[in-house]
């Protein structure tokens, strides 16, 4: 049976569920998530970061696929099965048009994760705490972004159905995999039973490789290049968020509202 590309924005419930139930209060540890974001987080938190995120499953293993899955041409060959038999919408219109609507609700689910992350009582706290953190992870996505369009450009190859020569990697495996990676570290920061928690991953990354899968079987993009998308953007994510989120010292990101208005800037922690 074919999957319909429709309303596939019924996966933001559990989340958005989530937003009504967390969003104050403090993470399991005591803290608040964005409050202790840091531009200066000190050479030892960015190498523990560096080494667990180039030795995450989620980044060697896509890593090391599109690397094999380029031997003996099974990159075009399975991308060719794939344009011709559409298995899982019947159409290649279809399975581009999915592979963008489920990359909607990524986008959608790291947002509402974000909000649903506690983040203190005090209104200014918790919006002080929200946008220092949304910075973070927010710089994050948007350095991969630069990453895939450089890459793009310096690759030059030309997509399966020869529409241009912007394959290599797949822009929205890439986001899909940064906005995967974020919410999940946006809910283990909750405190959340470990099976509501482990289903929630389970729900992100299920629908991540929807988006990867899609890209494939609507002919925008190879095997290697959605591969190569997630294992890059499972980096980035994690190094960024780790490495900036956690407790540190130096100018911090500053933004929040206060009684005289709305204020943005660098405040300075020690």
């Known amino acids: 049976m074919k999957v ?65 899955v380029r031997i003996d041409h099974a990159d075009e060959r399975i991308s060719d099965w794939a344009v011709r038999h559409t298995p899982t919408t019947g159409s290649t219109r279809r399975a581009e ?31 002080l705490a929200k946008a220092q953190g949304l910075m973070v992870q927010g710089s994050a996505a948007a350095l991969n972004n630069e990453l895939v369009f450089a890459l793009k450009e310096a690759t030059d190859r030309e997509r399966p159905n020869k529409l241009d020569r912007q394959s290599f990697p797949s822009g929205h495996a890439s986001n899909s995999a940064m906005f995967a990676t974020l919410a999940s570290r946006n809910v283990h920061a909750m405190d959340l039973p470990s099976p509501v928690a482990t289903s929630l991953d389970i729900a992100l990354y299920t629908t991540m490789a929807g988006v990867a899968w899609e890209r494939v079987e609507s002919g925008y993009h190879y095997p290697s290049d959605v591969l190569a998308g997630i294992a890059m953007a499972s980096f980035v994510g994690r190094f960024i968020n780790d490495t900036f989120m956690g407790n540190g010292s130096g100018p911090m990101p500053a933004a929040g509202c206060t009684p005289d208005g709305y204020f943005v800037g660098v405040s300075w922690r020690f």
Do not use: K
Not at 29 to 45: F, I, K, N, S, Y
Not at 98 to 126: H, N, Q
């Open 97 to 127: 048009r999915l592979s963008s609507d489920l990359r909607r609700v990524m986008l959608y689910s790291f947002y509402l994760s974000a909000l649903a992350t506690p983040s203190g009582d005090d209104p200014e706290d918790w919006c």
């Open 4 to 68: 319909r590309a429709a309303l596939p924005q019924v996966l933001l419930v559990p989340v958005a569920f989530l937003v009504c139930l967390q969003g104050c209060g403090t993470m399991p540890d005591g803290g608040r998530w964005g409050a202790d974001a840091t531009w200066r987080p000190g050479w030892d938190r960015a190498r523990a970061s560096f080494m667990n995120a180039a030795t995450s499953p989620l980044v060697v293993v896509p890593a090391a696929a599109a690397i094999l």
